[in-house]
């Protein structure tokens, strides 16, 4: 038995979905399920407009695009985050900024953003990490303070919610990502979500080479293709329908971990703040006194039984290609001491229960 970290649920519901995408031939960027998955994925956020996108990282790029972020410019983001975060920025021109996390919700800190403010800040990028959605309130009042654009990386968090109200519906655009790891999935897959009208038609304009809505083959800039296909949005229909069964899942696999790993001496799970909803997209194990070394041994021992593992991401100021000396400690230390296990809708108690039992056996032995 080999229990992976993650897996889509693929039902018939997709497959007829997709079936009827294909053979109706819109298997290209236009198309019905294109239309229906924007609107629903805007209501699903309680959100004004959303604007499907090739994957999350170019959800990230087009929304700087349109913005007008680039060149000269500063966006500040969590250090503790998926790489994309900060390679969509270096490709619009901009220059990351990394701020530093808090230990329990793993999500920028807001009192760690004002010192990094320069005259060229021109947004803030929370990222929802592993589910857990950013304290947006404090953040949004730093940006307002400011005047600086608020971008939610959403990617880990469909569904995830501030004191009731859904991510993606809290900064001025938000955006998602639908890998095949993420809770709502398309295979490749992104989206752009807003209540801003002006920004969501240019999102929409750059999505589609700048080409004038006055003029065909005039462009007025130079634009992207990053637009989704009709048989991706066609499984994303198919997901959004059972996305309230996905969320509850996930809740109740946290629960089972919870109840079946008990109480370990200086090991802890998922922390998530009163005022949040986590989305829990990965299980979060944490060991207070793990270096990176007894946390790698960690993960291939538990490989050995049989169980997927995978370390929490390392701080993007210490890519190769970054190389940056930042002050942020809690990053630093929390990337060490953390791994995520198998999290996904199919997953069955049994199987959590034999994730803890060997994660027992590991802890005492
Ligand atoms: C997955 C992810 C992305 C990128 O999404 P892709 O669809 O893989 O391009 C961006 N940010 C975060 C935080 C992610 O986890």
Not at 89 to 112: E, M, W, Y
Not at 240 to 245: F, I, P, S, T, Y
Not at 248 to 271: D, M, P, T
């Amino acid at each position: 038995m080999f229990i992976p970290i993650s897996q889509p649920s693929i039902t018939q519901k997709e497959i007829d979905y997709v079936t009827d995408a294909v053979t109706s031939t819109w298997i290209s960027s236009l198309g019905k399920y294109i239309d229906r998955f924007e609107a629903e994925f805007a209501d699903f956020c309680q959100s004004r407009y959303a604007i499907c996108v090739s994957n999350g990282t170019v959800a990230i790029q087009l929304a700087l695009a349109a913005y007008d972020i680039g060149k000269g410019d500063e966006v500040i983001m969590p250090n503790l985050s998926f790489v994309a975060t900060a390679n969509a920025t270096l490709h619009s021109g901009a220059k990351p900024v990394f701020a530093d996390v808090d230990p329990v919700n793993l999500c920028i800190d807001p009192t760690k953003i004002e010192h990094l403010i320069t005259p060229n800040t021109k947004a803030i990028m929370p990222v929802h990490l592993y589910g857990h959605p950013a304290q947006m309130e404090a953040i949004l009042e730093v940006a307002g303070k400011h005047n600086l654009l608020v971008i939610e990386d959403a990617a880990e968090a469909h569904g995830a919610t501030v004191n009731g109200r859904p991510v993606g519906s809290l900064g001025n655009c938000a955006t998602f990502s639908f890998y095949g790891n993420k809770n709502i999935t398309t295979g490749e897959g992104g989206m752009i979500t807003t209540n801003d009208e002006d920004f969501y038609n240019k999102c929409k304009y750059l999505r589609d080479h700048a080409m004038s809505k006055e003029k065909r083959y005039w462009h007025t800039a130079p634009g992207f293709n990053f637009r989704m296909t009709n048989i991706q949005a066609a499984i994303g229909c198919a997901q959004l329908e059972r996305v309230g069964d996905f969320m509850a899942k996930r809740q109740l696999i946290f629960s089972w971990y919870k109840k079946h790993l008990g109480e370990i001496n200086k090991v802890s799970l998922n922390k998530t703040n009163d005022w949040a909803t986590n989305a829990y997209w990965l299980i979060c194990l944490e060991h207070k006194d793990w270096t990176a070394t007894d946390r790698d041994q960690f993960m291939t021992d538990l490989k050995k039984h049989g169980v997927d593992s995978r370390p929490y991401f390392y701080p993007m100021s210490q890519m190769p290609y970054i190389n940056e000396k930042v002050d942020t400690p809690v990053s630093d230390m929390v990337s060490q001491r953390g791994i995520n296990l198998p999290t996904f809708f199919d997953l069955e108690e049994s199987q959590v229960k034999f994730i803890c039992d060997v994660l027992k056996q590991l802890f005492n032995a």
